[in-house]
């Protein structure tokens, strides 16, 4: 007999009851766009801005909830909003809290693209913008007017590696009530530094917003986007909260469901990886062929007295500037000779990273000259990682004279 298709209705309709009495070590993950009200009661009661139910997919599922927990603890904040990368947190940030007519302030040296997004949308949005110098407190002290409503910190800058004096920064900003202050902890992962807690003990010192790229060290694979935004203050949450919201900046299951495998392994994952990085490092600052090597933890590397100051840990990250007898084409050939060290950006995945960087072109005024190349250390054994960079020198070729 010809096996009659079951109807459309008998798959949907189909009797769930989730198992009594079963517990895993992941949480189960929910997927879903809509969710299911018992009754209009139940609709009309429910609210997206409190985590007492869920409403609809964007705004929240038991998976996204517990993960963003899990990041506030990390970043010893209240609350958390996950969105769909790191540079995304930024928008959010930027969008939530910035009006035509104020101005936000953003270091020199930090990631890139908050910065083109600064001078393109922001920018049409009627919103200025000034780059500071974080490594000079004084002068972000004299860029603030009562305009500026928001500034932003990173540590260390992006590729240049410059540690800043957080919380003098923070200091000079709470001189100003109405700006808001936030951190890319990107770099510090909520492991290496506390940035709710950067005074000395009985000094409440901390900025107002965390933000952080997920896709690095929380990740750790290389394989997803995801940004967190995470906050200690109710009211600053809320704010940021109906800008998500209004803009749909929510996430999905599987995603969220990632980021949860990878958080268990996340001390252990940085801890070997600052390692390795210190080690490489130690090995390039004998090294010739480079003028400098910018890791916070060199006492050589600026503001490596503020990264003491805060930090014990560093992430597994590093640049090297070589000497501008070579050609930034002899670089490359260098970069292009390294086997296990992969060309890519992003960092903190399983497998090393190099990627070269022309100093002129990044900084308004770099105080190094030539090219840059920072690595990324993955999971690889450190004495491999070393014998790769030792044989791709060969590549480099000579000095000019
Ligand atoms: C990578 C990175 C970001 C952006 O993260 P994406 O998820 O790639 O958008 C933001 N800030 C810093 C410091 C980063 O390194």
Redesign the pocket.
């Known amino acids: 007999m010809k096996k009659k298709p079951p109807s459309s209705t008998s798959l949907i309709a189909h009797r769930y009851v989730p198992p009594p009495g079963f517990t895993s070590v992941q949480p189960a993950v929910h997927r879903a766009s809509t969710v299911i009200f018992a009754n209009t009661a139940a609709l009309r009661a429910r609210t997206w801005k409190e985590k007492t139910g869920y409403t609809y997919g964007l705004h929240g599922t038991p998976t996204t909830f517990t993960l963003e927990e899990r990041i506030a603890t990390l970043e010893g904040g209240s609350e958390t909003l996950l969105v769909s990368?790191?540079?995304?947190?930024?928008t959010l940030v930027d969008a939530a809290l910035l009006r035509a007519g104020d101005e936000v302030l953003i270091p020199d040296n930090a990631?890139g693209?908050?910065k083109e997004l600064a001078k393109n949308e922001l920018a049409a949005w009627g919103i200025r913008h000034r780059f500071y110098d974080p490594m000079q407190p004084g002068l972000l002290a004299a860029a603030m007017t009562p305009a500026t409503r928001l500034v932003w910190l990173?540590a260390p800058g992006?590729v240049t590696m410059e540690f800043p004096d957080l919380p003098a920064l923070v200091r000079v900003v709470r001189e100003h009530p109405s700006a808001t202050v936030a951190l890319?902890n990107?770099?510090g992962a909520g492991l290496a530094f506390d940035p709710f807690e950067l005074g000395a003990s009985g000094d409440p010192l901390a900025v107002d917003v965390s933000v952080q790229?997920?896709?690095?060290y929380p990740s750790g694979g290389a394989d997803v986007?995801?940004?967190s935004v995470t906050t200690r203050d109710a009211a600053l949450h809320q704010r940021l909260k109906a800008t998500h919201m209004r803009m749909g900046w929510g996430i999905g299951g599987n995603d969220a469901e990632l980021l949860l495998r990878s958080l268990p392994s996340l001390p252990l994952r940085y801890e070997a990886q600052d390692r390795a990085g210190r080690e490489l490092a130690a090995w390039w600052s004998k090294r010739a062929e480079v003028v400098a090597v910018l890791h916070p933890a060199l006492a050589s590397s600026p503001g490596h007295e503020h990264w003491a100051a805060l930090c014990t840990q560093a992430a597994g990250l590093f640049s090297v500037v070589f000497d501008t007898r070579y050609r930034s084409a002899q670089v490359d050939a260098f970069v292009d000779a390294l086997k296990l060290f992969r060309i890519g950006y992003?960092?903190a995945g399983p497998v090393s990273l190099a990627v070269p960087y022309e100093l002129a072109a990044m900084r308004s005024r770099p105080a190094w000259q030539g090219t840059l190349v920072r690595f990324s250390l993955g999971l690889e054994a450190i004495d491999d990682l070393v014998a790769d960079c030792r044989q791709a020198l060969d590549a480099l070729g000579p000095a000019a004279s």
């Open positions: 990368s790191g540079l995304a947190a930024i990631y693209p908050g990173e992006s890319d990107t770099w790229a997920l896709t690095k986007l995801m940004g992003s960092w």
